[in-house]
C-alpha cells in the first residue's frame, strides 16, 4: 500500500492553517510520483486554476441534505466507479445522468418526497485498492487521474500532469452536468472520494473544497488521525464517510465528533456498505450511537462495495440479488430503529454493459465480457438501476418513510 507522510509545506498555496493541520500526518493510498518537482509544478498550476464549484452550490447542497437529515427528503448518488478521460463524452455523461434523474424520480413518487441528486461524476477519476499489485503483477491501477489502465509498466507509470487533465476533464463534465439540470429544470450536484490529495487540496479555497460539491472519504482512508479526515475537517462542504462491516460505534462515534462538531444537519454523511450478510447485524448499534450522541447525519447505504465477488473469469462482479439483500436490511434496520433511511450512493451507467449478474435478464458468468467496461468496479447497467429502485419503490410505498427523522 502507498502511504505518504505529509511533510510541512508541501502544498504551496494551501491555507496555512490547513497546511499545519496536515504537517505529520499519514495519507494512504497515494501514488508515488517519480518526479517531485513534476508534481509541485501541477499542485502550483492547480492552485491557479478557477474553482470547479461555488460555494453557494456547496451550501445549497448542505442545505437540501439538511432537508434529507431531517427525514424530509431522501438522497440519490450514483455514477461510475471510476470515470475515465476516454469515456468522458457527452453521451455517456448524460447517460449517467439519465439514470440517476429516472431513479430520482421512481423514489420522488414513491415516496411523496424531494430527492436531491448527486452524481458520481466530474471528478470520480481517483480510485483506492485493496492491493498495491494487481494478479498481472503491475501496479494496481488507481484511476486515470494517476496512470493509464493499460497493462503494461509504462501505462502504469504515475504521471502527475493527469492531474491538469483531470481537471480539465471535471470542467468538461460540468457543462454537462449544468446543461441537464437547466434542460431537466432540476438540480443537479457533483460528488466524487476525495482520495488524491495533490489534486484535491490546491483545489481547496477559503475553506471549501471546489473539486465538486460533495466529497467523501472512503473505507480505507478514514483513520481518524489521517491526512484525508484532518482535509475533511477543515472543508465546509458536506462531505461523506463510508463505513464497512468492521466500524464499531466507537469508531463512528470519533468521526462524528471529529467531523461534525457542531452537530449540524446535512454535513455528514455516513455511507453504510456493509454486505448484505453483515448490514442488518452491524448497521444498527451504529445508527443508535450516532443518534444517541446528537449527531443529524444522513444515512445512506451503499449496497455495492460490500457485495463484490470475483468470477471464475477473474472479473470482479456483483449479483444483483445481493444488493438487493443489502438495501432491504437497510431499510429494516431504519424501520425497527425509527430512523429515516436517507437513500441510496449506487455505482451505475446508462451504458448497456454487462457488468453486475442477474436482474430481469438474469445475466450469468459466461456473459460478463460481452460488454465488460468498467475500469474498476461493476455497475448496474440502466436496466438494472430501475429495476433495483423499483424494489425501493415498493419498499417506501409498502412503509412510508415521512415523517421526522429518529428524535436526537
Ligand atoms: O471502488 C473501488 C474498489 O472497490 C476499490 O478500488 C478496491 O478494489 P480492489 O479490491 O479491486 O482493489
Ligand atoms: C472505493 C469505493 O468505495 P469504498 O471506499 O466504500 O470501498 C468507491 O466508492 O468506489
Ligand atoms: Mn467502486
Redesign the pocket.
Known amino acids: 500500500m502507498t502511504k505518504m507522510t505529509m511533510t510541512s509545506s508541501p502544498y504551496g498555496g494551501v491555507d496555512p492553517g490547513l497546511a499545519r493541520s496536515l504537517a505529520g500526518r499519514t495519507a494512504q493510498q497515494q501514488p508515488r510520483w517519480p518526479d517531485e518537482q513534476e508534481v509541485r509544478e501541477v499542485r502550483e498550476a492547480l492552485g491557479g486554476r478557477a474553482p470547479l464549484v461555488a460555494p453557494a452550490e456547496v451550501d445549497q447542497l448542505t442545505a437540501r441534505l439538511a432537508e434529507v437529515a431531517a427525514g424530509r427528503a431522501l438522497l440519490l448518488q450514483g455514477g461510475d466507479?471510476a470515470e475515465t478521460f476516454a469515456g468522458n463524452t457527452p453521451e455517456h455523461l448524460r447517460a449517467n445522468l439519465r439514470v440517476l434523474l429516472h431513479c430520482a424520480t421512481l423514489l420522488e413518487v414513491a415516496s411523496a418526497l424531494p430527492v436531491v441528486h448527486v452524481g458520481r461524476i466530474a471528478g470520480q477519476y481517483a480510485?483506492?485498492?485493496?492491493?498495491a499489485l494487481g494478479p498481472d503483477g503491475l501496479p494496481?491501477y488507481r484511476g486515470d487521474i494517476v496512470h493509464g489502465a493499460a497493462a503494461d509498466a509504462a501505462a502504469r507509470r504515475p504521471d502527475p500532469r493527469r492531474m491538469l487533465t483531470a481537471y480539465a476533464g471535471a470542467q468538461a463534465a460540468l457543462t454537462v452536468v449544468r446543461a441537464t439540470a437547466a434542460e431537466s429544470r432540476t438540480e443537479l450536484f457533483t460528488g466524487h472520494e476525495a482520495l488524491l490529495l495533490d489534486y484535491e487540496l490546491p483545489l481547496v479555497r477559503a475553506g471549501y473544497g471546489l473539486s465538486g460539491h460533495f466529497l467523501w472519504i472512503g473505507e480505507r482512508t478514514r483513520d481518524l488521525d489521517g491526512a484525508h479526515v484532518t482535509l475533511a475537517r477543515h472543508l465546509a462542504n458536506p462531505v461523506g464517510v463510508k463505513v464497512g462491516p468492521g466500524t464499531t460505534p466507537a469508531q463512528v462515534l470519533a468521526l462524528a465528533a471529529a467531523l461534525d462538531p457542531d452537530r449540524t444537519p446535512g454535513r455528514l454523511t455516513l455511507i453504510s456498505r456493509m454486505g448484505a450478510d453483515r448490514v442488518t447485524g452491524v448497521l444498527p448499534p451504529l445508527v443508535e450511537a450516532v443518534a444517541a450522541a446528537g449527531h443529524p447525519v444522513v444515512w445512506l447505504c451503499d449496497p455495492m462495495?460490500g457485495n463484490?465477488q470475483v468470477a471464475e473469469s477473474g472479473l470482479?462482479t456483483r449479483h444483483f440479488d445481493r444488493i438487493v439483500a443489502e438495501v432491504e436490511g437497510y431499510f429494516a434496520v431504519h424501520r425497527a430503529l425509527g430512523s429515516h433511511p436517507g437513500g441510496l450512493h449506487l455505482e451505475f451507467t446508462g451504458d448497456d454493459v454487462t457488468e453486475c449478474l442477474g436482474g430481469r435478464e438474469d445475466l450469468r458468468e459466461d456473459q460478463l465480457p460481452e460488454r465488460y467496461l468498467t475500469a474498476?468496479?461493476p455497475r448496474l447497467n440502466g436496466r438494472q438501476s430501475l429495476d433495483l429502485t423499483r424494489l425501493v419503490a415498493e419498499i417506501l410505498l409498502r412503509r412510508p418513510v415521512r415523517g421526522d427523522a429518529v428524535r436526537v
Open positions: 466507479c480510485k483506492p485498492r485493496s492491493r494496481a462495495h463484490t470482479k474498476c468496479d
